[in-house]
């Protein structure tokens, strides 16, 4: 339930917002940071079209941000992708800025980190395929 399938969306994201963060609360500490409420939205599998709705309306409301939004790289980082995975990267990091407009500290301090852990991924990448169009030279 709480993983989101490859083919559709989460299940956790056809709940109710509202019942969501009330199951949410009763537990903040241990239940947040486990909803698992993909970041972004998704079509055809792997293209990002913008931030999931239901993962900003749960962010606003956890009392711990830092906690629920948890690692970068299980946040961002994409499962499946076709083509470069430094456009892929790029195109997410472009996505995740727009949390900056929520305009709250916590989840900028983390957003702060996350870009920087995205392009220490982005230039790892770009390594790695300059690599390997060297070495079929």
């Known amino acids: 339930m709480f993983e989101p399938s490859v083919t559709r969306a989460s299940a ?8 969501l963060i009330a199951w949410a609360d009763a537990a903040p500490d ?3 940071p486990r909803l698992g409420v993909p970041v972004f939205k998704v079509e055809n599998l792997d ?10 309306f749960v962010l606003k409301h956890a009392p711990d941000k830092a906690g629920f939004l948890g690692d970068p790289y299980s946040r961002v980082h994409p499962m499946n992708w076709s083509g470069s995975l430094v456009t892929a990267l790029d195109h997410r990091k472009a996505m995740l800025g727009g949390l900056a407009e929520l ?15 995205i392009d220490t991924w982005i230039a ?9 169009e060297e070495s079929f030279e």
């Open 12 to 19: 956790i994201e056809t709940l109710d917002p509202d019942t």
């Open 30 to 32: 241990r239940r947040y």
């Open 47 to 56: 293209q990002v079209t913008g931030l999931s709705p239901a993962f900003v």
């Open 103 to 117: 305009g709250d500290a916590e989840i900028d301090r983390w957003l702060d980190g996350a870009m920087k852990a």
């Open 124 to 132: 790892s990448e770009r390594k790695r395929e300059s690599q390997q």
